[in-house]
C-alpha cells in the first residue's frame, strides 16, 4: 500500500455556487469523494485552508511549506498531494519546489470546473495527481492536471476555463497519465534546494511592475515607498522598458532591493539586446533577468531568495545585516535560482524513457 497525504486548501475543486459566484467552501474529504482513489493507495486528508487562490498570501504559502515540510517527516508518506486553486497554483508549486529538498514529490493540481459540476475535471485531475505522488520520485513540485505532469518550474496557466488549463510555454511536460499509468520523460536535473525559511519570518512586500506604452515609474516609487525588498519589471519583448525605469532600478539596486527583469510577451527568455531603457540598461542597473520565468514566478523567486537570506533593515544598503546576511547574498541566491536549468522538457526528450522517476 502506498500512503499519499492530501492537503486541501481551496480553489474551484472545492468550490459549490453561492447563489451570486463561485466560492472555495468544500472540506478536503469532500473533495476527494469527487473521484475514486487508484487501488493500492491510501490517503490521509489534511485541511490546511479553504480559500480561491487569488486570495492567497504569502503567509498561507508559508504555512503550506512548512505543513509539507512537516508532513514529510513521516517516513511511511509516500507522496503529497496539495489541491490548490488554479489561479496561483503555479507560484505556490514554484515557491515549494524551490525549498524542495526530498524524493517524495509535491504534486499540486485543481480543477477548472467546480465541485458540483456534473461534467466536472475534478475526480480525474485527483486520481491522476495521486497516482503521480504515489510513484513518483526525484521530481520536486509538480501540476498535474488534464493528464499531463509538469515541472512547477516554467509552467502557467495558458487559459482561462479550458480544462487543459495549463503549459509550459518553453518546453513539454515532464509526463503523462494515461489509462492508470504515468510516463515519464527523461529526467532532468533539479537545482540544490534553498534553507527553508525561519519559522515566524516576517514575508518581505514584493511587487510586479508592468511595463507599457507610456510607462512612467510612479508606480515604481509607490512600491519603494511601500516598502518593498523585492521587484519584478515586466517588460515589453524581450525585457525592455524606457530610461527613466533603468533609472528607478538603477536607485532600488542601489538601496540593496532585488529587481528582476520578466517579460509580458508569452513564450521566450528575456535577453539583454536593447539599450536605450532596454534590457542592457536594466542589467546594467542591478536587474537580473529572469530568464523564461514568466511574472508570477518571477516574482516567487525574488520572495524565496529574500526569505532563504533575510535583508535586514541595516543590510538593505549592501552593508552587513545583523543576522550576518546582507543584501548581496540574497542577490546571488536570486542569481542562482534564475540561472538554474528550466525543468521543462525540450521537444525532443518527451516520452523516450518509460518509467523513469518511479
Ligand atoms: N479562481 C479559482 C481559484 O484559483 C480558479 C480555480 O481554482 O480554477 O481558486
Redesign the pocket.
Known amino acids: 500500500m502506498r500512503h499519499v497525504v492530501v492537503i486541501s486548501t481551496?480553489?474551484?475543486?472545492a468550490?459549490r455556487w453561492q447563489g451570486d459566484g463561485y466560492a472555495?467552501e468544500a472540506a478536503g474529504q469532500e473533495v476527494l469523494a469527487a473521484g475514486a482513489v487508484p487501488e493500492g493507495v491510501d490517503v490521509r486528508v489534511v485541511d490546511l485552508f479553504t480559500v480561491?487562490?487569488?486570495r492567497l498570501t504569502t503567509d498561507h504559502q508559508l504555512r503550506l511549506l512548512h505543513t509539507v515540510h512537516d508532513v514529510l517527516a513521516d517516513p511511511a508518506v509516500d507522496g503529497i498531494v496539495v489541491t490548490h486553486?488554479?489561479?496561483?497554483?503555479e507560484e505556490s508549486a514554484f515557491f515549494l519546489d524551490l525549498f524542495h529538498a526530498d524524493r517524495r514529490p509535491v504534486v499540486f493540481t485543481?480543477?477548472?470546473k467546480p465541485l458540483d459540476a456534473p461534467d466536472g475535471d475534478a475526480a480525474g485531475n485527483l486520481y491522476d495527481a495521486l497516482l503521480t505522488a504515489a510513484t513518483g520520485r526525484d521530481i520536486g513540485a509538480v501540476i498535474v492536471f488534464a493528464g499531463q505532469v509538469y515541472a512547477a518550474r516554467g509552467t502557467v496557466k495558458q487559459h482561462t476555463v479550458d480544462a487543459h488549463?495549463f503549459g509550459a510555454p518553453d518546453g513539454l511536460p515532464l509526463g503523462r497519465v494515461e489509462f492508470g499509468r504515468v510516463t515519464w520523460g527523461r529526467r532532468r536535473p533539479r537545482p540544490a534546494p534553498l534553507p527553508m525559511p525561519e519559522p515566524g519570518a516576517v514575508p518581505p512586500r514584493v511587487d510586479i511592475l508592468t511595463h507599457h506604452s507610456d510607462g512612467d515609474t510612479v508606480l515604481f516609487e509607490a512600491s519603494l515607498a511601500a516598502g518593498a525588498r523585492g521587484v519584478v519589471v515586466v517588460g515589453t519583448g524581450a525585457g525592455n522598458a524606457n530610461p527613466q525605469v533603468a533609472e528607478a532600478v538603477r536607485k532600488a539596486t542601489a538601496n540593496g532591493v532585488l529587481v528582476a527583469v520578466s517579460t509580458r510577451v508569452a513564450a521566450g527568455a528575456v535577453a539583454p539586446l536593447y539599450t536605450g531603457g532596454g534590457a542592457v540598461d536594466l542589467v546594467a542597473a542591478g536587474g537580473l533577468l529572469a530568464g523564461t520565468l514568466r511574472p508570477g514566478q518571477a516574482r516567487i523567486a525574488v520572495l524565496a531568495a529574500l526569505l532563504a537570506r533575510p535583508v535586514t533593515a541595516s543590510g538593505i544598503d549592501g552593508t552587513e545585516g545583523a543576522d550576518g546576511t546582507d543584501a548581496a547574498d540574497a542577490a546571488a541566491t536570486l542569481r542562482d535560482i534564475l540561472e538554474a536549468a528550466p525543468q521543462a522538457l525540450p521537444a525532443s526528450e518527451l516520452y523516450l524513457v518509460d518509467g523513469v522517476g518511479k
Open positions: 481551496g480553489g474551484t475543486i468550490s472555495a480561491n487562490s487569488s486553486g488554479t489561479d496561483t497554483l485543481g480543477a477548472q488549463a
